[in-house]
């Protein structure tokens, strides 16, 4: 069964998001991080406002979505997500404006026929309900089989099997194996459609982190333990990063990440502020700039307890926890499950505490009520 999760309007509402979950093919101490991270991944899309469907078949899902009212689908796989803010939806909104079949990583395999990486690519539905909504074809070893043998750039993205771009050509080769799209893409090489190559924008902004190999998965790794690192040591910050929407109020106690300003219209005259993180980075750059304020070090994530440090004699308090409990930079090394578990004994001990008033900007139970794609 296809799950839906069907989130608010928002970027490009002509562009349906298929989430293909591969994690079954997984070894399970790979499987349990890339949950955590597709986790991530869903979060991001949910405040992007995209609509996900999510299922193990790749073909039942494009299947699915070109029967709706959509004209792209963004078909992601699990391992794959997106840095750099909004830097990959900005690309591919300006994508969409172009005439074209398929815009992915699409690999010169020599002896075997050319690859569309599962990791993301991008499919034009009126394109491939034209051809009658062909499979997207698996890999098979040892499968020979006669194609037209597309034209490509000398040029490379890095490796030799990275071309910048490919079009239809005008001989056949022998092939001896089958790559993952080997199917869409013939067809789309038969009819004459334009096939694009992800440029920079597309594939910069993006990370993989081929978990279907553990060799490969685990020199990814470095770079979300690096990530982790970095949030908590040495990123900063230095402005307000997310959109806010509170009825204009004036508290007495506001508690916040150090990481913006945004509150100060709410703050009463002789209110109380409370800066807490877990960066110390973070605490001391706010601390330069705002010294009359509290700051404390606290990782909610951990065994701190931000009520420590909280004056729960004044009833007119806003606690903040913006996205603590569903953050880029830890949701990877941190279980869905583990973060809810944070995230509610956190709400009971204040509930139980004193009637403060709860600001998030995106919580770890947001799944609750929508289908969680793993559970």
Same mark, same amino acid.
């Given at each position: ?6 989130? @608010?309007? %928002?970027? /490009? ?8 979950? @591969? ?17 991530? &991944?869903?979060?991001?899309?949910? $405040? ?10 790749? /073909? ?15 078909? &992601? ?21 172009? /005439? ?27 394109? =491939? ?7 997207? %074809? ?9 194609? *037209?043998?597309? *034209?490509?750039?000398?040029?490379? #993205? ?7 771009? +490919?079009? &239809? ?22 009819? %004459?459609?334009?096939?694009? +190559? ?37 990123? &900063? ?6 959109? +806010? ?5 004036? =508290?007495?106690?506001? +508690?916040?990440?150090?990481?913006? !300003? #945004?509150?100060?219209? =709410? ?12 960066? $110390? ?12 304020? $509290?700051? !404390? ?17 004044? %009833? ?31 709400? $009971?001990?204040?509930? /139980? ?23």
């Amino acid at each position: 069964m296809i799950n839906i999760l069907e989130f @608010n309007p %928002g970027w /490009d509402r002509n562009i349906a998001v298929c989430f293909v979950d @591969n994690t079954r093919q997984y070894q399970p101490e790979i499987r349990q991080l890339i949950k955590n991270q597709a986790d991530g &991944v869903l979060s991001n899309l949910y $405040k992007k406002g995209y609509t996900v469907f999510q299922w193990v078949d790749e /073909d039942a899902l494009i299947n699915h979505v070109s029967t709706l009212e959509y004209d792209f689908a963004l078909v &992601v796989s699990t391992g794959t997500e997106f840095i750099n803010g909004t830097a990959f939806f900005d690309a591919l909104s300006n994508l969409i404006t172009k /005439d074209f079949f398929i815009a992915g990583h699409i690999l010169d395999r020599s002896d075997a026929y050319y690859e569309l990486h599962h990791q993301c690519y991008v499919i034009n539905l009126k394109h =491939y309900k034209q051809l009658g909504n062909p499979k997207i %074809g698996k890999q098979q070893l040892g499968a020979k089989h006669k194609q *037209w043998m597309p *034209w490509r750039s000398r040029e490379n #993205w890095h490796d030799d099997f990275t071309p910048k771009w +490919v079009s &239809v050509g005008d001989d056949t080769k022998q092939y001896n194996h089958q790559c993952h799209g080997w199917n869409i893409l013939s067809k789309g090489f038969e009819e %004459g459609y334009t096939m694009l +190559v992800f440029d920079e924008e597309l594939r910069n902004n993006k990370k993989h982190f081929y978990p279907e190999s553990p060799d490969d998965f685990y020199k990814q790794l470095s770079w979300a333990y690096h990530r982790l690192n970095y949030c908590h040591d040495t990123y &900063v910050h230095t402005a307000n990063t997310e959109t +806010v929407d509170l009825p204009v109020k004036k =508290y007495d106690q506001i +508690v916040t990440p150090a990481s913006g !300003v #945004w509150f100060a219209e =709410y703050l009463s005259d002789n209110g109380t502020v409370i800066m807490y993180d877990y960066n $110390k980075s973070s605490l001391d750059y706010w601390q330069k700039q705002y010294p009359d304020y $509290k700051f !404390v070090k606290c990782d909610l994530l951990g065994n701190d307890n931000l009520l420590d440090y909280v004056d729960t004699s004044i %009833g007119n308090t806003l606690i903040n926890l913006s996205n603590i409990f569903n953050y880029e930079g830890t949701t990877f090394f941190y279980s869905l499950e583990y973060r809810k578990f944070k995230e509610e004994k956190l709400l $009971k001990a204040i509930n /139980d505490k004193f009637d403060a008033e709860i600001y998030f900007s995106l919580k770890a139970s947001l799944f609750d009520t929508i289908p969680t794609w793993h559970l």
